[in-house]
Nanobody, 120 residues
Framework: QVQLVESGGGLVQAGKSLRLSCAAS????????MGWYRQAPGKQRELVAT???????NYADSVKGRFTISRDNAKNTGDLQMNSLKPEDTAVYYC??????????????WGQGTQVTVSS
């Protein structure tokens, strides 16, 4: 069974930075796309950024130029560097990964989420 564990959330002032990390463990043959999503109170979960196994990236318009997604394929980890944070970035951030296991079956895995709070 594959698990994703996020870390790095917290409380920060507007304009500051945070770095989120996601570590995958379990019987992983390959991690395909990794991504970060967020959900603010009363809102739907939304895409923040994704990165493919070949390091192609995609960002929500609201975070372009401020957030950077990266991954380490050898370590099965992914990071989200968040700069120039705004109060509207406040949300629970979730790591997501499309996993191929050793049966060559693909499926999605989600982390438990980490809270990011940006004060004005």
């Amino acid at each position: 069974q594959v698990q994703l564990v996020e870390s790095g959330g917290g409380l920060v002032q507007a304009g500051k930075s945070l770095r989120l990390s996601c570590a995958a463990s379990g019987r992983i043959f390959r991690i395909n796309t990794m991504g970060w999503y967020r959900q603010a109170p009363g809102k739907q979960r939304e895409l923040v950024a994704t990165i493919t196994s070949g390091s192609s990236t995609n960002y929500a318009d609201s975070v372009k130029g401020r957030f950077t997604i990266s991954r380490d394929n050898a370590k099965n980890t992914g990071d989200l560097q968040m700069n120039s944070l705004k109060p509207e970035d406040t949300a629970v951030y979730y790591c997501n990964a499309e996993i191929t296991d050793y049966r060559l079956i693909k499926y999605d895995v989600w982390g438990q989420g980490t809270q990011v709070t940006v004060s004005s």
